[in-house]
């Protein structure tokens, strides 16, 4: 979303601009960075340090990422500000790269964590939530059976009864509660519990009441159990199951008073009335039980419907306000760097190599970027600078060199491309690139919180290209994310590109720079990378589906309070299924479950497996073998809860 009275163009280079001090947004965790220095300190990505030191409030060490570019013309309606005076720094001797990229850092240990154990169960829809409350309820009223048999067992002997009567009453509770114990253990499992389970369970107790009932008097107070376990019943998700219950009741009690009412026997209940009524009144008491019975029915039954109404209701709501929150996310990601950028900096007038600067136009962790000139052709370009207070750290040198170097090794239309690259006559190493004019996917994002599926299958078709490519040539991204994605208007339309190769790791690493750490953005991170182990070309795919996870349903993969608890859920969970977030072909929900896996050897291999897996499925025509593949992983894994 643009700021009123100005015009955005051009991202290349920088990452987020600085947030609150020790927020948390949009799954990204934010180090405290020194006042003196916030404005040019990058957020949301961890780098090269492991888990156990994101959390510290130290400064986050991240590369320059996606910036906001704006024309010269179009920055400010106002008069120019008044630049800085320059403060002349000594001049520094031009450092050995190549000697400082050898350099090997201290190893850190990765990070560990600990799965989850135990049973679990996966709750995503309105009717799972239903359903794991009818089974803690229904265990729940086996105890309560449990309890109510055995003080009806000893009130037995104290109790005037016939023999028969006697012996059938404890019979029939001893009877259930050997089956019940039965089905309570078994229930400890909730996929165990199923409709005819339940069926079998139910007619069971309703036979046993009605023996008690029989047993104590067909017109008494004892008949209220059964209106009790009408009402369970009536809330229960299996509408088949529940009717046959509500039947079974209905004619265990229409017998017991049939054989009163008929004369058969008289009422041979403990606590039967000793005044003698006609069959008439004894009909109407009957009918008045019925008429509980069918009260108590329907009350359930509108209870339930009024509970699924409100958990529904709470979920919406829940879903739009996380929608909400990562629009406000990147709304303030917008304003800040909108506040930082479009002014003159250190370098701006001063030539570097080929290029004459402008003012800047993006700043990050690691350096500025300025808008940019060639000397000679007048070709426009943007300029990447590390800063000189960091030439003394071989890591930062190291990281721009290694920028440069995977940057200018692709020759890919979906990669930004490198124009030149150099140690500055001041010996401050820059990296030229071609100037792009659009708008990044993060900034798409902040106006529409979803994209179209047919957009995000052009995003991943064209993103898994870049990837692809830089893949073929032993590179990873490794930080693949909105803001490192841009929408280029060219002479020839609309084309995707990759942005930012700062944290890539390339075919001939010696593995000192990163090994033992974490680098990347965790809300599109890979499980593999989030445990700091080597990481592949399949992690740029992850990250990609994460991206497009993000687009299709508006949110991110994983939330938590903090980056070890984010950390956790990207290596051990999966995230909520698309189906509950949007209306989706159910394809859609088994690209997911294969996209993100926990395992690469799960998810698709390339980009272009990805987009091609993705267009099948926003159409509902995946192959019967994807479906296969991707239904024994949800059966496997699962999804997470909905809130």
């Known amino acids: 979303m643009a700021l009123p009275g100005r015009s955005y163009t051009n991202r290349v280079g920088t990452d987020e601009p600085p947030k609150r001090r020790g927020s948390t947004e949009g799954g990204e965790t934010i180090a405290d960075p020194t006042p003196a220095r916030r404005a040019e300190t990058d957020v949301g990505t961890i780098n090269e340090r492991p888990a156990s030191e994101a959390n510290r409030g130290r400064r986050a060490e991240t590369d320059v990422g996606t910036i906001n570019e704006r024309p010269a013309s179009e920055s400010k309606r106002s008069a120019p500000t008044p630049r800085a005076p320059v403060v002349e720094l000594p001049q520094l001797?031009?450092?050995?790269?190549?000697?400082?990229?050898?350099?090997?850092?201290?190893?850190?240990?990765?990070?560990?964590?600990?799965?989850?154990t135990g049973p679990s169960t996966t709750v995503n829809t309105v009717a799972d939530v239903m359903h794991a409350e009818e089974v803690r309820r229904t265990r729940q009223f086996i105890v309560i059976g449990w309890v109510i048999s055995i003080a009806a067992i000893g009130a037995v002997p104290f109790l005037d009864a016939p023999r028969y009567m006697s012996i059938a009453m404890v019979g029939a509770l001893v009877?259930?509660?050997?089956?019940?114990?039965?089905?309570?253990?078994?229930?400890?499992?909730?996929?165990?519990?199923?409709?005819?389970?339940?069926?079998?369970?139910?007619?069971?107790?309703?036979?046993n009441t009605h023996v008690a009932i029989f047993f104590f008097g067909t017109f008494t107070a004892a008949s209220v159990i059964i209106v009790f376990g009408m009402h369970f019943v009536a809330r229960s998700e299996a509408v088949r199951g529940m009717r046959i219950l509500f039947a079974v009741s209905l004619s265990c009690y229409v017998v017991c008073a049939a054989i009163v009412v008929s004369g058969v026997v008289d009422d041979p209940g403990v606590f039967a009335s000793t005044v003698k009524h006609t069959r008439?009144?004894?009909?109407?008491?009957?009918?008045?039980?019925?008429?509980?019975?069918?009260?108590?029915?329907?009350?359930?039954?509108?209870?339930?419907?009024?509970?699924?109404?409100?958990?529904?209701?709470?979920q919406r709501q829940t879903r739009l306000a996380a929608q909400r929150k990562a629009l406000m996310d990147e709304l303030r990601a917008d304003l800040e760097r909108a506040l930082h950028i479009d002014?003159?900096?250190?370098?701006?007038?001063?030539?570097?190599?080929?290029?004459?600067?402008?003012?800047?136009?993006?700043?990050?962790?690691?350096g500025e970027?300025?808008?940019?000139?060639?000397?000679?052709?007048?070709?426009?370009?943007a300029v990447k600078l590390l800063r000189r207070e960091l030439l003394a750290d071989p890591t930062h040198v190291a990281r721009f060199l290694r920028e440069t170097k995977a940057s200018g090794s692709l020759a890919s239309p979906h990669v930004v491309r490198v124009l030149e690259a150099a140690a500055g006559d001041d010996g401050v190493?820059?990296?030229?690139?071609?100037?792009?004019h659009g708008e990044t996917l993060a900034e798409q994002l902040r106006s529409e919180s979803r994209l179209l599926p047919q957009a995000v299958v052009d995003l991943c078709?064209?993103?898994?290209?870049?990837?692809?490519?830089?893949?073929?040539?032993?590179?990873?991204?490794?930080?693949?994310?909105?803001?490192?994605?841009?929408?280029?208007?060219e002479a020839s339309g609309e084309r995707w590109k990759v942005l930012d190769f700062g944290v890539a790791t390339l075919a001939d690493d010696t593995?000192?720079?990163?090994?033992?750490?974490?680098?990347?953005?965790?809300?599109?991170?890979?499980?593999?990378?989030?445990?700091?182990?080597?990481?592949?070309?399949?992690?740029?795919?992850?990250a990609l589906a994460a991206v497009a996870y993000r687009c299709l349903v508006g949110r991110h993969p994983f939330t938590a309070a903090d980056t070890p608890a984010l950390l956790f859920a990207v290596v051990h969970r999966m995230p909520m299924r698309p189906g509950d977030l949007g209306a989706f072909h159910e394809d859609v929900d088994r690209w997911a479950a294969i996209a993100l896996a926990k395992s690469s050897d799960d998810r698709f291999a390339t980009g272009a497996e990805l987009s091609d897996a993705l267009a099948m499925a926003v159409r509902g025509e995946l192959d019967a073998k994807t479906r296969k593949r991707a239904d024994a992983l949800i059966k496997k894994f699962g999804w997470e809860a909905a809130p």
């Open 343 to 366: 002014g003159p900096g250190r370098h701006t007038d001063q030539t570097v190599g080929s290029f004459q600067l402008g003012n800047v136009i993006g700043r990050g962790a690691m």
């Open 175 to 207: 009877w259930g509660i050997v089956m019940s114990s039965y089905f309570y253990r078994r229930f400890a499992d909730p996929s165990k519990y199923s409709e005819n389970q339940m069926i079998v369970l139910g007619a069971l107790a309703t036979i």
């Open 511 to 542: 593995g000192t720079l990163t090994q033992g750490g974490i680098i990347g953005t965790p809300s599109y991170m890979a499980p593999e990378q989030a445990r700091g182990d080597r990481v592949d070309g399949r992690a740029d795919v992850y």
């Open 369 to 381: 970027v300025y808008e940019a000139t060639h000397v000679s052709t007048g070709e426009a370009a």
């Open 93 to 116: 001797p031009e450092p050995d790269f190549d000697a400082i990229a050898r350099t090997p850092l201290p190893s850190r240990a990765p990070p560990t964590t600990t799965p989850a």
């Open 461 to 489: 078709k064209q993103i898994g290209a870049g990837i692809d490519a830089a893949s073929a040539a032993g590179i990873v991204h490794r930080d693949l994310k909105p803001q490192n994605m841009m929408l280029s208007r």
């Open 280 to 314: 008439t009144t004894l009909g109407v008491g009957a009918l008045f039980v019925i008429g509980v019975y069918v009260l108590a029915f329907y009350t359930g039954r509108a209870i339930r419907a009024a509970s699924t109404s409100a958990i529904d209701g709470l």
């Open 429 to 436: 190493p820059y990296l030229a690139m071609e100037r792009l």
